[in-house]
C-alpha cells in the first residue's frame, strides 16, 4: 500500500516570501500522479497542482512549483510571492492508476500541512 | 468549468432524523465520489460510482445510503446518525475513474454535518 508523509504539521511565512512544504512518499510502482491540494478556512478543496511521475520536468502553475525527485520519492511544493489568500491547509495526494480492485483510482492524502501567511 | 456543487451548506439533525446531501457537476465526469473529513484530517474514502454504478463501498455503515440518480447528480441519504458522524462531507468528480491526470478529482465545496 502506498503512504504519502507531510512531515510539517504547521508552517508560517511572511507575505512576499517563498515558502517550501514538504511531501514524502513510499511506492513500488513507476507510474503513479502526483497532487497538492489547497483547503482554505472556507473549506473547499481545490487543485493546486499536479504531475506525472513519467515527466521529468518539474510541473509548475504560476507561483505554485512542485520539486519533484522521483528517485528520493519526494514531491515538495513551494510557493513563491505569498500571498494572504495562500493561508490553507494544504494536501499532498498520491494516486496509482494500476491499482487494482478497489483501490483503483483512489488517491491517498498525506495528513496535511496548515500554512499561515502573515501581512 | 471545473464547479461541483453541494447543497445544503450547512445542516444540523437529531439522532433520529432523515435527510439528504446533494451533490451536482456538469462536466460531463462519469466518476463522482463520497468523502468524509474531520477537523484538520485529510478526507476519508467513502463511496465511488463510476459510469452510475456503485463501485466502491469502504465500508461504510447502512446509515449512510449513497444514490446516483444520473451522470450528473449523487445524493447521499441519511439515517439514524450518530453524533460522531458529524463532519465535513465533501463531494468529487473525475472525468473517469481508471487514474491518471485526467482523472484528476475535483471538489465541491461541503457540506457541514451536525448530529445533535
Known amino acids: 500500500a502506498q503512504t504519502v508523509t507531510q512531515s510539517q504539521p504547521e508552517m508560517s511565512v511572511q507575505e512576499a516570501e517563498t515558502v517550501t512544504l514538504s511531501c514524502t512518499y513510499d511506492t513500488s510502482e513507476s507510474n503513479y500522479y502526483l497532487f497538492w491540494y489547497k483547503q482554505p478556512p472556507s473549506r473547499q478543496m481545490i487543485l493546486v497542482i499536479r504531475q506525472e511521475a513519467y515527466k521529468q520536468q518539474n510541473a509548475t502553475e504560476n507561483r505554485f512549483s512542485v520539486n519533484f525527485q522521483k528517485a528520493a520519492k519526494s514531491f515538495s511544493l513551494k510557493i513563491s510571492d505569498s500571498q494572504l489568500g495562500d493561508t490553507a491547509m494544504y494536501f499532498c495526494?498520491?494516486?496509482?492508476?494500476?491499482?487494482?480492485?478497489?483501490?483503483?483510482?483512489?488517491?491517498?492524502f498525506g495528513q496535511g500541512t496548515i500554512l499561515t501567511v502573515h501581512p | 468549468d471545473t464547479e461541483v456543487t453541494q447543497t445544503p451548506k450547512h445542516l444540523v439533525m437529531g439522532m433520529t432524523n432523515k435527510k439528504s446531501l446533494k451533490c451536482e457537476q456538469h462536466?460531463?465526469?462519469?466518476?463522482m465520489y463520497w468523502y468524509k473529513q474531520k477537523a484538520k484530517k485529510p478526507p476519508e474514502l467513502m463511496f465511488v460510482?463510476?459510469?452510475?454504478?456503485?463501485?466502491i463501498n469502504e465500508s461504510v455503515p447502512s446509515r449512510f445510503s449513497p444514490e446516483c440518480p444520473n451522470s450528473s447528480l449523487l445524493n447521499l441519504h441519511l439515517h439514524a446518525l450518530q453524533p460522531e458522524d458529524s463532519a465535513l462531507y465533501l463531494c468529487a468528480s473525475s472525468q473517469d475513474r481508471y487514474g491518471g491526470p485526467e482523472d484528476t478529482q475535483y471538489f465541491g465545496p461541503g457540506t457541514r454535518l451536525t448530529v445533535l
Open positions: 462536466m460531463g465526469h462519469r466518476a
Open positions: 495526494a498520491f494516486m496509482n492508476p494500476n491499482a487494482g480492485g478497489t483501490s483503483y483510482g483512489k488517491l491517498t
Open positions: 460510482y463510476s459510469y452510475e454504478k456503485l463501485s
